[in-house]
């Protein structure tokens, strides 16, 4: 069965680094999204992409995060610069339409900032 | 403010008690509504959309039926594996036809033998 991958599964990076969380989404979905989930608190979207733009970002994602997708199978989050707060599971989902279309989720990367 | 709140929190089941999970919302406009299970340090798994009130969706020991104000997951006779976090999250459209979710906190389900 299709499923997102993620990686890495886990990531460890200083403040102030950059990071590139890396995700392949279900082969013939159309729509990208990522979300994440501080531990303990609940999966809070980040945002979504569609035929290369942003459809849609929530006040998370701010000037330091970018979405990609670089070639026909990857689709990327890159955080320009991290900061403590960042650390969490960043999840990856797609779906095949935009519409109330059934989003399937990666395993996820954590992403651990010291 | 669009809201979805699930309870309860946690909860404590033995082998074969049924129970059932609530997922109540106040959003502009309903178009969906997902469970998901969720593992320790895993993503969300799909287990059910649901579109419009009366509605209800059966996999195994798992039924989730939906109202205009909330959704339940029924769980009849659960068994050790059924213990993970059962997440709703609900859909909200956009204009271009995009859309996003917006999940509640979850009920942790422990089972046990």
């Known amino acids: 069965e299709p499923e997102v991958t993620q990686t890495p599964s886990h990531q460890v990076t200083q403040m102030g680094q950059e990071v590139i969380l890396r995700c392949v989404p279900i082969?013939?979905?159309?729509?990208f999204y990522w979300y994440r989930q501080i531990l303990g608190q609940k999966v809070e979207f980040l945002v979504s992409?569609?035929?290369?733009?942003?459809?849609?970002k929530s006040e998370i994602f701010d000037d330091q995060f970018s979405v990609e997708r670089p070639d026909g199978s990857n689709f990327t989050l890159k955080i320009r610069s991290t900061k403590l707060e960042d650390s969490a599971m960043y999840f990856c989902?797609?779906?095949?339409?935009?519409?109330?279309?059934?989003?399937?989720f990666g395993p996820g990367t954590r992403l651990t900032v010291l | 403010e669009d809201q979805v709140t699930q309870s309860p929190e946690a909860l404590r089941l033995q082998e074969g008690e049924s129970s059932s999970l609530n997922c109540s919302y106040t959003?502009?406009?309903?178009?969906?509504l997902f469970w998901y299970r969720q593992d320790p340090g895993k993503g969300p798994e799909f287990l059910f959309t649901?579109?419009?009130a009366g509605e209800e969706k059966e996999k195994e020991r798992l039924k989730a039926t939906l109202t205009k104000k909330e959704s339940f997951l029924h769980i009849t006779a659960p068994k050790p594996e059924d213990s993970a976090t059962y997440l709703c999250?609900?859909?909200?459209?956009?204009?271009?036809?995009?859309?996003?979710?917006?999940f509640g906190a979850g009920t942790r389900l422990a089972v046990h033998p």
């Open positions: 082969s013939n979905h159309l729509y």
């Open positions: 989902a797609s779906s095949v339409s935009g519409s109330t279309d059934t989003q399937y």
């Open positions: 649901l579109y419009s």
């Open positions: 959003v502009s406009g309903l178009r969906g």
């Open positions: 999250a609900v859909v909200l459209m956009f204009s271009g036809g995009y859309n996003k979710l917006i």
């Open positions: 992409f569609y035929n290369n733009e942003i459809s849609e």
